[in-house]
């Protein structure tokens, strides 16, 4: 069963960084798209950044330049570099996996782009974000 753990939450000011962990287990599957989501209270999940197995990386406008995902083949981890963090980054932050993605869902990510968040399988608990100013 595949299982998405996500660590690295926490407190910071305004303009400071933090670096998500999700750790995945559970699955074999030699192709994925994986992405990052963040919900912040009385809004919508929001998809800011996905990887693709090839490397591919996409993000959302508001975070671009500022925000890197990353996975780690050897240790079956997926990462969300976070700088110049703002108070609108507060959020609970997700991490999910689409499993052996269909080729037009792996084209989005290689343009740049993000899968829709229907597509995603699997996902992790939260770990949350909060930026003060």
């Known amino acids: 069963q595949v299982q998405l753990m996500e660590s690295g939450g926490g407190s910071v000011q ?62 079956n981890t997926l990462y969300l570099q976070m700088s110049s963090l703002k108070p609108e980054d507060t959020a609970m932050y997700y991490c999910a996996v689409v499993p052996n993605p269909r080729d037009d869902i792996r084209g989005l990510v290689t343009m740049g782009w993000l899968p829709p968040l229907y597509e995603y399988n699997y996902w992790g608990q939260g770990t949350q974000v909060t930026v003060s100013s």
Do not use: H
């Open 14 to 75: 305004a303009g400071g960084s933090l670096r998500l962990s999700c750790a995945a287990s559970g699955y074999t599957a030699s192709t994925f798209c994986m992405g990052w989501f963040r919900q912040a209270p009385g809004k919508e999940r929001e998809e800011v950044a996905a990887v693709d197995s090839d490397g591919s990386t996409g993000y959302t406008d508001s975070v671009k330049g500022r925000f890197t995902i990353s996975f780690d083949n050897a240790k």
